[in-house]
C-alpha cells in the first residue's frame, strides 16, 4: 500500500510539472508572438525577468492575477486564463488539492489545530520556517511553491459574503517559536489582528484542561456553497477527505465539544496578548 501510494504521488507530482510546463510554454509563445522579451513583460506587470523566465520554464507558479494581466496584456484571447484553474491546483502538494478545492467554496470552516499554526493563519515568514523544516527535505523552489499556495489561500478572508472560520488551536502551538523568536512574534500578533475580524473566531485549548474532546487528532470541517458538508483528516502526509455523513456527523460532534472545552475567543486573545508580553 505504501509503495502503491508513493506511486501515485509521484505520477500526481509529474502532472503537475507538467502542467506548468504546458502553461510556461504557452506563455513564452503569445510574449514573443506580441514582439515583448521578458523585462518588458515583467515591468508592465510587476515581476522581474528572472521571475517571467521562471513561470515560462515551469520552475514558478504564476499567481491568478498575473496570469489574467499577461493573458490581457499579451492578447492571449482567453488561452492563459484558460488553464488557470490547473495551475492553481498544481501549487498544492497531491495530498491536499482535494482539500484545496472543496476549502475555496466553503462557506463555513472549522479547524482543530495541534502541531502548528493553521495554513489559513500563518504569516508568510512563519509559513516559510514550516515548509523548510518538513522531513525529507524540501528544494528551495518546492518551499517557496508552497508558500505562495499557502498565502493564496487567504483570498478566503476577502470573499464577500464572508465565510464563518473557526479554530481551536493547542496552547502547545503558541509556545513553540517555530522560525525563531522575530517570526514567533509577528504569527502571534498576527492571530491577534486576524482574531479581531468579526466572521473569525480563534480558540485556544489551554493546556490545564483535564478533559479533552480531541486526542484523536486534528482535523477541519467544511461546509460548501451547495450545503455538502465534509471533513478532512491528515497525518505525515496521508490525507483523507470524508464525505460519509457518519463520520463527518461524528468529528462535527467532537468539534463542539472542543470549543466547549476551550477557552473562549475573547479569553484566548487576551492570552496570546499575555505571552507576547512575556516573551
Same mark, same amino acid.
Request: glycine share 8%; aromatic share 6%.
Given at each position: ?26 506563455? $513564452? ?26 513561470? #515560462? ?7 491568478? $492575477? ?14 492563459? $486564463? ?42 508568510? #515568514? ?27 489561500? $487567504? ?45 473569525? #473566531? ?78
Amino acid at each position: 500500500m505504501e509503495e502503491q501510494r508513493q506511486q501515485v504521488d509521484g505520477q500526481e507530482q509529474e502532472a503537475s510539472a507538467g502542467i506548468l510546463h504546458v502553461f510556461g510554454r504557452q506563455l $513564452k509563445l503569445c510574449r514573443e508572438r506580441a514582439g515583448l522579451d521578458r523585462a518588458t513583460l515583467g515591468s508592465r506587470v510587476g515581476y522581474s525577468a528572472s521571475t517571467i523566465a521562471s513561470f #515560462e520554464q515551469g520552475r514558478r507558479i504564476p499567481p491568478p $492575477k498575473f496570469i489574467d494581466s499577461a493573458d490581457e496584456l499579451l492578447d492571449a484571447g482567453g488561452l492563459l $486564463k484558460a488553464g488557470k484553474e490547473e495551475v492553481a491546483r498544481a501549487q498544492y502538494p497531491a495530498f491536499f488539492r482535494d482539500a484545496a478545492r472543496l476549502e475555496a467554496q466553503a462557506v463555513e470552516l472549522h479547524v482543530y489545530a495541534t502541531r502548528a499554526v493553521p495554513g489559513l493563519l500563518q504569516t508568510e #515568514e512563519y509559513a516559510r520556517a514550516v515548509c523548510a523544516m518538513w522531513r525529507p527535505l524540501l528544494d528551495v523552489e518546492v518551499i517557496e511553491q508552497r508558500v505562495t499556495a499557502r498565502m493564496a489561500r $487567504k483570498d478566503i478572508f476577502a470573499r464577500r459574503p464572508a465565510p464563518h472560520l473557526t479554530f481551536v488551536i493547542e496552547e502547545a502551538v503558541l509556545h513553540r517559536p517555530l522560525g525563531g523568536e522575530a517570526v514567533w512574534r509577528g504569527q502571534m500578533e498576527h492571530l491577534l489582528l486576524v482574531g479581531e475580524e468579526r466572521n473569525v #473566531e480563534i480558540q485556544v485549548m489551554p493546556l490545564s484542561r483535564k478533559e479533552h474532546a480531541g486526542l484523536a487528532g486534528p482535523f477541519t470541517l467544511m461546509e460548501t456553497r451547495d450545503e455538502r458538508r465534509i471533513a478532512y483528516t491528515e497525518v505525515q502526509g496521508d490525507s483523507h477527505v470524508h464525505t460519509e455523513r457518519e463520520k463527518v456527523r461524528g468529528l462535527e460532534a467532537v468539534y463542539g465539544s472542543l470549543r466547549a472545552q476551550a477557552l473562549t475567543p475573547a479569553e484566548s486573545l487576551s492570552l496570546i496578548e499575555k505571552l507576547l508580553g512575556e516573551g
